[in-house]
């Protein structure tokens, strides 16, 4: 079985990107991602209504660090460090060699290949430095550009399991994309 330890945490770099630890000073961004109906439309999720509940948010993020649960990275560009978006794998399943990547961007930062260009680092991580056998990514199936992402980084898709998910009185559908380390 896997053991995962993000201590220290690891700084990734990629051409353009830097992505590194979440703390207390992006508030601000964190609360512009997770208050804004269209970077949540598809995570199913309620809106953060203040800077406490962003400030929360990051304190969860951060407790899964600590316990090695989970591990999200800030998304920032390397000319600035102002915070764009957050990836990082969750549902973590040493047992499995398993974990389930999300991530999220701010609108203006669409359509750039940032997503792109950090989920095809973080694989890297996910088989090299994690020891990972699969890698899994879950979405909305209307989510048609972090289907787009998925396939351009070579996921297959592997399920679509309709009404799945109860949430604010709708039955949801979400598919299942996964990679694996060949």
Known sequence: MLNFNFTPFPVIETDRLILRRITNDDVNEVFELRSNPET???IPRPLVKSSEDALEHIAMIEEKIVTNTGINWG?????NSKLLGIIGYYRMQPENYRAEIGYMLLPDFHG????????????????????LHSIEAVIDPENFASEKVLQKCNFVKEAHFKESDFY???FLDKVIYSLLNN
């Open 168 to 170: 604010e009185g709708k």
């Open 112 to 131: 750039k290949g940032i997503i792109t260009e950090a989920v095809q680092r973080l694989i890297t991580f996910g088989f090299n430095d994690l020891r």
């Open 75 to 79: 998304i920032t560009l390397k000319s």
């Open 40 to 42: 949540m439309k598809y």
